[in-house]
């Protein structure tokens, strides 16, 4: 199914311009976009709004003026949108060009060397990967610092090498005073796809041509879980990777993926209305519909279907995102990455001095029960790590718990907080 989401307009326009504008479902946006998507979304607003009323000879010369104008507003919305967001766009990268002056800069300021040799990146500052491994090294130290701040702690740095090219980052900070587990890891691997790794990128739509059954490949990316101590601040997930495969002529597919989400214990109105408003406002910097269309995915990625329920209360996920082109998908991708700090911190600090009662304890357990059997069951980027020759288990289950719980036939009391809790992941909402 399709749908779209119309911004900027008034809600009277709003109504008449429903029949104009369609919306895309994360199943129209999940497999290959350059393919199924080959313009940009933002156009779609002007250019479908101006020539998407199609009115019957028959209708009123009102009901066709009213359809007229709103086309117009439409057309007008998309054009000022698209050259307000060029121009924010340009901004930013001119920014990037300014920090990419000295490598070696940045990388001081990162919790580790890169995985990849300095002077190589200093070689091709411009190059996709270079610039993404900075991205994810930088978004690593940045969190990390936040987070050690504010538990008082130090993460344990290790570093590590996959035999078959690449290696990691893995930043852990484990018994904290506000955190149990608080997991940052960062990975650059190469290589080649495996059948089973190849299998799985065709059942996403991937047309794959690889050489005497070989495909070299690069991925690289970010991955985060913190699991608190205390019921009442909320565990919070991000991932943030990039990914090219080398088909037998030479050419190369590329994409990016990730997204940031929440799963509370109890439903907080204020928390999840700072934690999606932070996402929104980094996605409508690029395009008004993202924020929608990847909290919709969102919540249909992080759903545990054999309990019926999503894993918390979402926020945004997307995946084989390969348009408009390379340089707006990493600047949207930047530009989420750089919220994982203000989305979360100002919720952590919030609830420092929360009390909680043994039963409250007690609950987060079963939760932190039902999170477990998401990563192991269905996460994607758990599957492909396990899948994938030399990768560093440690570093993939890192997302798992110190601690976790399951009752048999567990139902919380009717009209109970808990109760609350589980009716919002049965029936996800709205919230900004």
Known sequence: MAAFVLCGVSSAGRSAARHLLPVRTPGALSSTWGARQPRRLASHLGARGAAGGRLKSTALVGAAGAAVAVATCVAAFGHFHTAEMASKVEKEKKKEEDDEEDVMKRCARFMSLPVTDVQVLQQRPRDMSTRMELLIMETQAEFCRALEEVDG????????????????????????????????????????????????????????????????????GVSSVIHPKNPHIPTVHFNYRYFEIEEADGSKQWWFGGGTDLTPVYVNQADALHFHSTLKEACDKHDPQYYSTFKQWCDNYFYIKHRGETRGIGGIFFD???????????????????????????????????????????????RRGRYVEFNLVYDRGVKFGLATPGSRIESILMSLPLTARWEYMHEPAKGSREAEMLEVLRKPRTWV
């Open 153 to 220: 702690g130090t993460f344990r740095v290790d570093r590590w090498q996959r035999e078959e090219g690449g290696g990691g980052v893995s930043c852990v900070l484990q018994d904290g005073k506000v955190f149990e587990k608080a997991g940052v890891n960062v990975s650059v691997v190469f290589g080649h796809l495996t059948e089973e790794a190849a299998r799985q990128m065709r059942s996403r739509g991937k047309v794959l041509k690889g050489k005497d059954g070989k495909l070299p490949f690069r991925a690289m």
């Open 320 to 366: 084989d995102l390969d348009a408009p082109s390379q340089e707006e998908a990493f600047t949207f991708v930047r530009s989420c990455a750089r919220t994982v700090v203000p989305c979360y911190l100002p919720i952590v600090r919030k609830h420092l001095q929360d009390t909680f009662t043994p039963d409250e304890k007690d609950w987060q357990q079963v």
